[in-house]
């Protein structure tokens, strides 16, 4: 399974949800690969890392000399043993202006996914927020999709719009099949805030219209924040803590989708 965490925006919780279900996979016995395609490179940040050195990140991946020799980190080594991370850097920026003239620039992630398979079962894409050529990578690269939105009023239409992008590059890359997308996971939700009640009303039947699945909300915790200053998932920061259940019920449609595939193989 290769899955794309992508939105259109800022903050909406892509890294947040890209280390938390690399841990949780992890956690359930799964390996898993962790590829940060953010220049800005907040997987290193969230995951405990430290800045990497510069032929150790995705850009050496995705360059023409690639050896081959993926530069990847294990995490969390004190609670896991099969999750890693390749990180991302500042000089993904020159990747992207040399992917828009490579004659494979949209494929190139998944042509060094074919060319040197990573032995992990799950990897998953932390995107960035511009739907540029980093983005096109990850999308051609994907087998399938999970989209955070921050609960505010100009996500509605800011899914929209990203739905529309991801189904018009999925048929200019002619995919095929195209990526699943597994759904919409709505965050930094506050049950008491009328306005997120009333989001969540609004963007159900849209994306129900779309057959698009809606998650249950991830709740707004400041302690996402303090985990993460920390390089730690919040279910190693605070155990106990109710809003690390709110990513099960992902987790449980990630693993139905892996038997589905293990039984279609
Ligand atoms: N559910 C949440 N509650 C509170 N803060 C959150 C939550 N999810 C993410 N955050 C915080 O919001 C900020 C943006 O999240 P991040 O995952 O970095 O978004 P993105 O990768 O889409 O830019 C981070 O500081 C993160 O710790
Ligand atoms: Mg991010």
Same mark, same amino acid.
């Given at each position: 399974m290769r899955l794309a965490i992508l @939105?259109?925006?800022?903050? %909406?919780g892509k890294t947040t949800l890209a280390s938390h279900l690399a841990y949780l996979l992890a956690k359930k016995g799964y390996s898993v690969a962790l590829l940060d395609l953010?220049?800005?490179? @907040?997987v290193s940040l969230f995951c405990g890392l430290s800045r990497p050195e510069?032929?150790?990140?995705?850009a050496t991946v995705l360059s023409?000399?690639? %050896?081959?020799k993926w530069p990847l980190s294990p995490l969390w080594e004190e609670s896991v043993n099969n999750v890693v991370a390749c990180q991302g850097e500042l000089t993904l920026v020159k990747t992207i202006s040399e992917l828009t003239h490579h004659p494979r620039g949209a494929y190139l992630l998944n042509d060094r996914l074919l060319d040197?398979?990573?032995?992990?079962q799950i990897v998953i894409f932390d995107c960035?927020?511009?739907?540029?050529p980093l983005s096109t990578i990850a999308i051609s690269a994907s087998t399938h999709i999970l989209i955070p939105i921050q609960v505010e009023p100009k996500s509605i239409d800011g899914s929209a719009k990203l739905l529309e992008w991801i189904y018009h590059t999925c048929g200019l890359l002619r995919l095929?099949?195209?990526?699943?997308?597994?759904g919409v996971v709505p965050n930094q939700?506050?049950?008491?805030v009328a306005i997120h009640r009333n989001i969540l009303e609004q963007i159900n039947p849209l994306l129900q219209q779309l057959n698009i699945h809606c998650f249950e909300p991830i709740r707004y915790s400041s302690e996402f924040k303090n985990a993460s200053s920390k390089g730690l998932p919040i279910h190693l920061y605070?155990?106990?803590?109710?809003?690390?259940?709110?990513?099960y019920p992902i987790i449980k449609s990630l693993i139905s989708q892996l038997a589905q595939e293990e039984t279609n193989e």
């Open positions: @939105s259109n925006a800022g903050g %909406s953010d220049p800005q490179g @907040s510069a032929n150790q990140t995705i023409d000399d690639f %050896s081959g040197y398979p990573l032995s992990q960035p927020a511009t739907l540029g095929n099949p195209f990526p699943l997308i597994m939700y506050d049950q008491r605070r155990p106990a803590h109710a809003a690390g259940k709110d990513f």
